[in-house]
């Protein structure tokens, strides 16, 4: 069974750069879509990003200026970085994996971002 | 991108009520449509995808229907477990984008 979890820093300062990662177990992070989506506190889910396609990125364009989404194989991990911070990226950010046309069948725990000085 | 409405956004009901919730798309699309749950504090549960297909593990009494630009999620007889808030997500094409979330409150 995969299982997936966020680990980073709990706040980050304005203007700084917000970098999470995510560790895959269970599964080899190659193939399927491997997803950050983010949810401030009491507002809708926002899908951030996603890599696929062994090296192929797509980026929610509100987000596409600010946002790199990597991956490294040999740990199985894959990674956010989001620049230039305010306290509108303060959230819980989740990883997840879709499931061959299953959308988001597999996430993380999730983890909350601060963003404070 | 396409955007995700929600009706209603909050919906009170008793235990064994049958509950409708309505997800409706700014453009049409096939069935490239999931619903999750999500409780306080965790991360959302896949219940449907490509619209009416049930995940596995998941009670027969959630079910999902549409396509185009109106799709639906039934909750047949709402049991105490089902009090949560649901999310509908389109996966159609990027960006992927969800619904504003429609919180089921007890009556």
């Known amino acids: 069974q995969v299982q997936l979890q966020e680990s980073g820093p709990g706040l980050v300062k304005p203007s700084e750069t917000l970098s999470l990662t995510c560790t895959v177990s269970g599964d080899s992070i190659s193939g399927y879509y491997w997803s950050w989506i983010r949810q401030p506190p009491g507002k809708r889910l926002e899908w951030i990003g996603c890599?696929?396609?062994?090296?192929?990125?797509s980026y929610n364009p509100s987000l596409k200026s600010r946002v790199t989404i990597s991956v490294d194989t040999s740990k199985n991990q894959f990674s956010l970085k989001l620049t230039s911070v305010t306290a509108a990226d303060t959230a819980v950010y989740y990883c997840?994996?879709?499931?061959?046309?299953?959308?988001?069948?597999?996430w993380g725990q999730g983890t909350l971002v601060t963003v404070s000085s | 991108d396409i955007q995700m409405t929600q009706s209603p956004s909050t919906l009170s009901a008793s235990v064994g009520d049958r509950v409708t919730i309505t997800c409706r798309a700014s453009?049409?699309?096939?069935?490239?449509l999931a619903w999750y749950q999500q409780k306080p504090g965790k991360a959302p549960k896949l219940l449907i995808y490509k619209a009416s297909n049930l995940e596995s593990g998941v009670p027969s009494r959630f079910s999902g229907s549409g396509s185009g630009t109106e799709f639906t999620l039934t909750i047949s007889s709402l049991q105490p477990d089902d009090f949560a808030t649901y999310y509908c997500?389109?996966?159609?094409?990027?960006?992927?984008?969800f619904g504003q979330g429609t919180k089921v409150e007890i009556k």
């Open positions: 997500q389109q996966y159609n094409s990027f960006p992927w984008t």
């Open positions: 890599f696929y396609r062994s090296g192929s990125t």
């Open positions: 997840a994996r879709d499931g061959s046309g299953r959308s988001f069948q597999h």
């Open positions: 453009q049409s699309f096939s069935t490239w």
